[in-house]
Nanobody, 124 residues
Framework: QVQLVESGGGLVQAGGSLRLSCAASGRTFSSYAMGWFRQAPGAEREFVAAISWSGGNAYYADSVKGRFTISRDNAKNTLYLQMNSLKPEDTAVYYC?????????????????WGQGTQVTVSS
């Protein structure tokens, strides 16, 4: 079992930045590929970014490529999402998730543990 707790969400103006964190506890964090997903009101959950267990490989949705950076610190059991140049369309609840696959994957069904989410609101 892996418990995931997100933090760092909030209200920011368009063009601003936020850094999300996801603290993991339980089974070995470094054994899992990790991902960030988001869900806006009335929309389906969508993939944002994912990173391999070692941090050596990362994968991004086209909508955030060049603006968001995913990283992890296995010594601290923490996953991060640095979000720059935020846009109103980035407004959503952001979730971190853990996958037993070694390599990052954009498929939600590949993830077995999920956090409760943190709200990000970008004003225009």
């Amino acid at each position: 079992q892996v418990q995931l707790v997100e933090s760092g969400g909030g209200l920011v103006q368009a063009g601003g930045s936020l850094r999300l964190s996801c603290a993991a506890s339980g089974r070995t964090f470094s054994s899992y590929a990790m991902g960030w997903f988001r869900q806006a009101p009335g929309a389906e959950r969508e993939f944002v970014a994912a990173i391999s267990w070692s941090g050596g490989n990362a994968y991004y949705a086209d909508s955030v490529k060049g603006r968001f950076t995913i990283s992890r610190d296995n010594a601290k059991n923490t996953l991060y999402l640095q979000m720059n140049s935020l846009k109103p369309e980035d407004t959503a609840v952001y979730y971190c998730a853990a996958s037993p696959h070694v390599q990052p994957t954009p498929t939600p069904h590949s993830y077995v543990y999920w956090g409760q989410g943190t709200q990000v609101t970008v004003s225009s």
